[in-house]
């Protein structure tokens, strides 16, 4: 069964404006984290903003913040301000607190900022 | 802090030979991930070290691939022979989890090894 599933295979936005990508994530777990990264073209994954299960207010990181829905098991990313620089894949990542705390990735959503 | 270190770049090979590939994790980290990540999509981990023993590979192709991490340092991950499906970024990733009080933390990644099988 898809862990994570990201249902935006591509997205525009208008420079300055905002954005939501979704992300939505299936576990049976009380306790887990959810991560967002951005993959320039460069190839490098870039660490964005975390989310802990238990955590009561969304995380906001700069530009970023995060719309953690818990009872929907959903924790869409909001780019504020949209820069062209902010033009990547996007993936949402999950980590479910069993024994080996691995971290496992949606397919991603490709965000083209237009000027 | 110097961040993940993998070689080569870019690696080109004929399906049947046998490649290998190099990470340095940040200095301290104790938990190792090899990630394949094909065209198009979302990193797939293939297998996950906690200092030097394994802890997950249960999607790793036994058959053809095969990884260590000596030392609970560095590690290499070998395919052999390759297949043509093979092509790939191969990312080496590092982060602290050592125990429950560190779940948030983020995998840190190296740059990946491009590898093109023909």
């Known amino acids: 069964a898809q862990k994570i599933t990201q249902t935006q295979p591509g997205m525009f936005v208008q420079e300055k404006e905002a954005v939501t990508l979704d992300c939505t994530y299936d576990?049976?777990?009380?306790?887990?984290?959810l991560f967002w990264y951005k993959q320039p073209s460069s190839g490098e994954m870039i660490f964005l903003i975390y989310?802990?299960?238990?955590?009561?207010q969304n995380a906001t990181e700069g530009r970023y913040s995060l719309n953690f829905q818990k009872a929907r098991k959903s924790a869409n990313l909001v780019i504020s301000a949209s820069q062209l620089g902010d033009s990547a894949m996007y993936f949402c990542?999950?980590?479910?607190?069993?024994?080996?705390?691995?971290?496992?990735f949606g397919s991603g959503t490709r965000l083209l900022v237009r000027p | 802090e110097a961040g993940v270190a993998q070689s080569p770049r870019y690696k080109i090979i004929e399906k049947r030979q046998s490649v290998a590939f190099w990470c340095n994790p940040i200095s301290g980290h104790a938990t190792l991930y090899w990630y394949q990540q094909i065209l198009g999509q979302g990193p797939k981990l293939l297998i996950q070290?906690?200092?030097?023993?394994?802890?997950?590979d249960s999607q790793l192709p036994k058959d053809r691939f095969s990884a260590e991490r000596l030392k609970g340092v560095d590690s290499t991950l070998k395919i052999q022979p390759a297949k043509l499906e093979d092509s790939a970024v191969y990312l080496c990733a590092s982060n602290k989890i050592s125990s429950e009080s560190s779940y948030n933390s983020p995998l840190h990644f190296g740059n990946g090894t491009r590898l093109t099988v023909t």
């Open positions: 576990t049976s777990d009380q306790s887990y984290g």
């Open positions: 990542a999950m980590r479910e607190m069993d024994s080996s705390y691995k971290l496992i």
């Open positions: 989310q802990g299960s238990y955590d009561e």
């Open positions: 070290f906690q200092n030097n023993g394994v802890v997950d």
